[in-house]
């Protein structure tokens, strides 16, 4: 064959005519890293996403694993606040006399801790009434609104191979068109909440498309252009709320007029409660990207890609294409977290109104596997470990930093199954290929 033959779109002329690349092929058991179409994957029983990459390995790791990371980053949480009590380290000094004192004190100490983690997060046994026992659950799903909706976008690219670290700028800039629409224009109720929401959409939406279209024209790499869209993002919200157009009257703060009532989430059991129809709106975008990813042809196509880019551009795919959609569908899911933000909690615009809850939502994601049901308990888990941890520092005076430190175990462990798997004495999935595979290899070379 000449090199002209070899050059893309030449073909000579004696050649047959063309077929599917699947046609007459028989699938590789390697599944998609071994170069196969989406419809060899389909054939031989592999599922688009399901790659042996290390990032495909760390997102879609096995559920036991993530179980047990949650239970080993609890298991360090208790030894770190055992040994930071007062009264383990006095009972410590006389250990080897009486190792019961301090055996107690530890138990004490964590015990207390987390029972107080549980009060402030889950349900107050100790209050008066309903109301008041069940307010922190409703603080727990109040915190989770972003952190689902921001985790969704940060999975949705995940699955397509891209590390989306964009969501606290898409954040930012959805909160930032959403609040303009809120405080500024006077229009019906309903009509004017819908405008902040498609204005929050739109503005993260617009965010996460940069990066896709530099990914897709121009190579350029996610992580870093996401990462300097986060920057561009904050200092462009603290740009215009020094701007009259944005800052509050009579106010030297960078702060803006808070949103009119009716461009604000309802609240969802009464004024009594932060909860808003925002948790809601998160619930039926997690059904959304479940859809999108499981049952529509996109979500297929987003998959294939995931799983190998030449496998899919192989049968057709169209690879840019893919990275532009899926990065302006996880930036419009982040821009609606900032919706949740602006019209749900804080009212009114901040230098702080993303505070952390784009990095922490890939956290959410990994400890999700990327899943749009695993990333809803994953935000939820987050939220409690959020709403709880103030509430363990006011009642023991455990500092809240001992939250940050079981989150960042979680995903250390996450991120190393085979030393979950070593410390708990589970063995890994067996990777021989059976002998009939392996007879075929050894024929075919």
Request: proline share 6%.
């Amino acid at each position: 064959m000449t090199d002209a033959e070899n050059l893309p779109g030449t073909r000579p002329e004696a050649d047959p005519a063309p077929q599917h690349p699947t046609a007459g092929a028989r699938p590789v058991p390697g599944g998609a890293s071994a170069g196969n179409s989406p419809a060899q994957l389909a054939e031989a029983g592999h599922t688009p996403g399901e790659g042996p990459g290390p990032l495909r390995r760390m997102v879609t790791g096995d559920g036991l694993i993530v179980i047990l990371a949650i239970v080993l980053s609890l298991l360090v949480g208790a030894v770190l606040i055992a040994l930071t009590d007062e009264r383990v380290q006095e009972t410590a000094g006389y250990f080897f006399a009486r190792p019961g004192d301090t055996l107690a004190a530890a138990w004490t100490a964590v015990s207390e801790a987390y029972g107080a983690l549980f009060r402030s997060s889950i349900y107050n046994t100790q209050a008066d009434g309903f109301a008041d026992a069940i307010y922190p659950l409703t603080e727990t799903l109040t915190v989770a609104t972003p952190l689902i909706l921001a985790g969704l976008g940060v999975a949705l690219a995940f699955r397509v191979g891209l590390f989306n670290i964009g969501a606290q700028g898409q954040i930012i800039l959805g909160a930032l068109l959403a609040g303009w629409v809120g405080f500024t224009l006077d229009l019906p109720v309903g009509v004017h909440l819908l405008a902040a929401i498609v204005a929050g959409v739109v503005g993260g939406a617009i965010w996460g498309g940069i990066a896709g279209v530099l990914k897709a024209t121009r190579g350029a790499h996610e992580v870093i252009v996401t990462i300097m869209l986060n920057y561009i993002a904050l200092y462009l919200l603290l740009f215009v709320l020094s701007t009259p157009a944005f800052q509050r009257p009579g106010s030297n703060n960078p702060v803006s007029p808070p949103i009119l009532e009716s461009a604000a989430y309802p609240a969802l059991f009464g004024t009594g409660f932060r909860l808003h129809y925002g948790f809601l709106l998160a619930l039926a975008a997690v059904a959304f990207v479940w859809w999108l990813l499981n049952r529509s042809t996109t979500g297929f196509e987003l998959r294939a890609v995931g799983a190998n880019p030449a496998a899919a551009k192989t049968a057709g795919i169209n690879v840019g294409r893919a990275y532009v959609t899926a990065m302006v569908i996880a930036g419009a899911l982040a821009g609606l977290a900032g919706t949740a933000q602006i019209a749900g909690t804080e009212r009114s615009l901040s230098g702080d109104i993303a505070a952390s809850f784009g990095f922490d939502a890939i956290t959410v994601a990994l400890l999700g596997r990327s899943s749009p049901i695993g990333t809803l308990f994953a935000g939820l888990l987050f939220g409690a470990l959020r709403a709880g941890g103030v509430g363990m520092q006011s009642e023991t005076g455990i500092p809240i930093d001992i939250v940050l430190v079981v989150q960042s175990f979680i995903v250390l462990f996450i991120a190393a199954p085979p030393l979950v798997r070593s410390i708990f004495r589970i063995g890994a999935k067996s990777t021989k290929k059976p002998a009939a595979q392996t007879a075929q290899a050894g024929g075919a070379a």
